[in-house]
């Protein structure tokens, strides 16, 4: 497909479980960002890759989560000993990033994570 | 980054012109408006961008006034399609661009 992909579309854990959710961006686009968003409130900023490197990671709250980009392309967030805290829909987006920036975030539907 | 504020939620019927104002009195020199629209279980999509006066494309247009502390987003003739979220967002367009989402507007449209 064109558009941003992500897996699973649901996930649902046990407290204390790992988690890994995928983002495949828009073939092209150097620019990746993982969001997270909470029923009734935006999406909230977790961090930001422009090319294989985390450029921004100030919003990840705590060190249970680490996201990777290996290749400049699939990202994958991880979440270590889940906590029920940590249910939301987690957002991926891809954009052209650098010089080519217009600025418009292509997102993903998500990935809807429930820590039971 | 500017802060934003903007309407809790506003209701309108199908058919009416439907206008979102959002304030951003600390906006920087280079920062842009961006609008995005969300719907129940997507991630929010693009509708428009502007850095002042109007902006106009197939979906909606942006009015920014000169001191650019505030803008409008008008939806023409909305329909029940529109019922979503409305986000306003503030920011640089440079290659650290990030975009911080405030609560938005909700948008219900009634028949």
């Known amino acids: 497909g064109a558009g941003v992909s992500q897996t699973p579309s649901n996930k649902v854990t046990e407290k204390g479980k790992y988690v890994e959710l995928r983002c495949d961006p828009i073939?092209?686009?150097?620019?990746l960002y993982w969001y997270r968003q909470s029923l009734g409130q935006g999406p909230e900023f977790l961090i930001y890759?422009?090319?294989?490197?985390?450029?921004?990671d100030s919003g990840l709250p705590n060190d249970r989560f680490f996201a990777v980009r290996p290749e400049g392309s699939v990202s994958t967030l991880k979440i270590q000993r889940t906590e029920r805290g940590d249910s939301a829909v987690y957002l991926c987006?891809?954009?052209?990033?650098?010089?080519?920036?217009?600025?418009?975030?292509?997102f993903g539907e998500g990935s809807r994570l429930t820590v039971l | 980054l500017a802060k934003t504020t903007q309407p809790i939620s506003m209701d309108s019927y199908e058919g009416q012109e439907v206008n979102i104002t959002c304030s951003h009195n600390?906006?920087?020199?280079?920062?842009?408006i961006t609008w995005y629209q969300q719907f129940p279980s997507q991630g929010p999509r693009f509708i428009i961008q502007?850095?002042?006066t109007k902006v106009t494309n197939e979906v909606a247009s942006l009015f920014i006034p000169a001191d650019r502390k505030s803008s409008t987003l008008s939806l023409p003739r909305v329909s029940l399609s529109d019922t979503a979220v409305y986000y306003c967002?503030?920011?640089?367009?440079?290659?650290?661009?990030?975009?911080?989402f405030g609560s938005g507007t909700r948008l219900l449209v009634r028949p």
């Open positions: 987006a891809s954009s052209f990033g650098g010089h080519g920036n217009t600025g418009e975030l292509f």
């Open positions: 073939s092209g686009h150097t620019a």
């Open positions: 890759f422009q090319g294989t490197g985390a450029a921004d």
């Open positions: 600390n906006i920087a020199t280079n920062d842009y």
């Open positions: 502007g850095y002042k």
């Open positions: 967002l503030v920011g640089p367009m440079d290659s650290s661009y990030k975009l911080i």
